[in-house]
Every structure is written in structure tokens, then in C-alpha cells.
């Protein structure tokens, strides 16, 4: 299960805020790779047990911005709040967004 965040605020309350580790997917509706992604990271978070906030990058305006995210879906890794980890996964195959996963927990 994921948390959608549509909106700066959401992104700072769960993500930056949160104990822990959080993957943000910074996706949009109208991305063709992201619905791709989508329900493999999501399948993936189940399985591993991770937390997943899904960034809607229209909706929550600026967060892309800020932490330089220039293509989608990129999947970046925050623990304590703090960035530590991000990747482009628009053409990784399930085998290797899960390899890329599993490194980062």
C-alpha cells in the first residue's frame, strides 16, 4: 500500500518527517513509463515491506523542483528525512528495480 502526496505539505509532513525510510516515486497520471512502474514499486513495497509515497509531480508542485528530479518516475530514498539514495526507473526491468530496492534497505 502507498501514500499519495498532492502537495508540498503532504511531502514534508510524510516524507521529510517521517522516522525511518521512505521511497518517494515522483509519477504523474499522464506518464506512460510511470504506469509501467507503478504497480511493480508498488508490488515491490508490499513484498519487501517498505514505505512507499507516491508524488504526484503536478499535484505537489515544486518538490520535483527541489530535490532536482528531471525525469519520472525517479524513485528516491529519504531516511530521518534526509535524501540518500535516488534512481531513474522508467526503463528498469522488475528484476533490476528490485536488485536497486533491496540495496537500499
Known amino acids: 500500500m502507498s501514500l499519495a502526496i498532492n502537495s508540498a505539505a503532504d ?3 510524510e516524507v521529510l518527517g517521517a ?3 521512505v521511497f518517494a516515486f515522483f509519477t504523474a497520471k499522464w506518464c506512460p513509463y510511470c504506469r509501467i512502474q507503478v504497480p511493480r514499486i508498488e508490488e515491490l513495497a508490499s ?3 517498505f514505505t512507499l509515497d507516491m508524488v504526484d509531480v503536478d499535484a505537489a508542485a515544486g ?3 527541489r530535490y532536482d528530479v528531471q525525469t519520472i ?3 528516491l530514498v529519504f531516511k530521518e528525512g534526509k535524501l540518500c539514495a535516488r534512481e531513474m526507473v522508467a526503463y528498469m526491468q522488475p528484476h533490476e528495480l528490485e536488485q536497486w530496492v533491496q540495496a537500499q534497505l
Do not use: C, Y
Request: hydrophobic share 25%; no cysteine.
Open 19 to 21: 522516522t525511518g525510510q
Open 11 to 13: 511531502f514534508e509532513r
Open 73 to 75: 518516475p525517479s524513485l
Open 47 to 49: 513484498k519487501l515491506n
Open 63 to 65: 518538490v520535483d523542483d
